[in-house]
């Protein structure tokens, strides 16, 4: 990470904080003083985090890095495959192994799924609790993303919840298809189209 995003992130980081405090003072303030704060505060948040958008995806290294045991990686593959057909860099581990050569994995998944990614793809099953690297590196690092928190997407293949990560984030229900049924390509799209939704 460079010495300007580390900077930025954490200008950033200092902006929540601020935000916590002024809402910690609601009980000192008038119902009109609330409201100015409550409004200043959101579209403060807002442009600020629309900064921190625009900047990161000219510096961020994957447009998407997708986590997933590896019993389904021939299908990550697929998707990986898909993507990078409509132009997006993706993080898939076993596309990179030649880079992992000697690295301490644990810390390098977590500075790709912390820091690396502008959007995680999580393929979500009963697997994923169960193994180290899934559940105890990638999705502690997923969790604790201070930037980009609604970049989360989750495919969601049976009922299994991961800890940290809110019941009520919209996931993409796979849990009535076969994986042979499944249409990648359909679904590559429509990450293209939550890519493209930001607009910055």
Known sequence: ???LKYNFLKKFESEIKAAEFLNNQKEFLTDEEIKKVEEAKLDDLFNYRKKIREHLRKTLEYHFAISFVGEYRSYMQILEKELRKLGYKVFLDCIYENEMLGEDLIEYLTNVFKYKAEYVV???SSEYKAKFYTNDVERPAIIDRKYF??????LQFDDTKLNGIPDSIFYLDLKDKKLEEIDWKEIANKLKEKYESIGV
Not at 149 to 154: G, H, K, P, R, V
């Open 1 to 3: 990470m460079t010495v």
């Open 122 to 124: 999580i393929f979500v």
């Open 149 to 154: 928190q609604d970049c989360i997407i989750l």
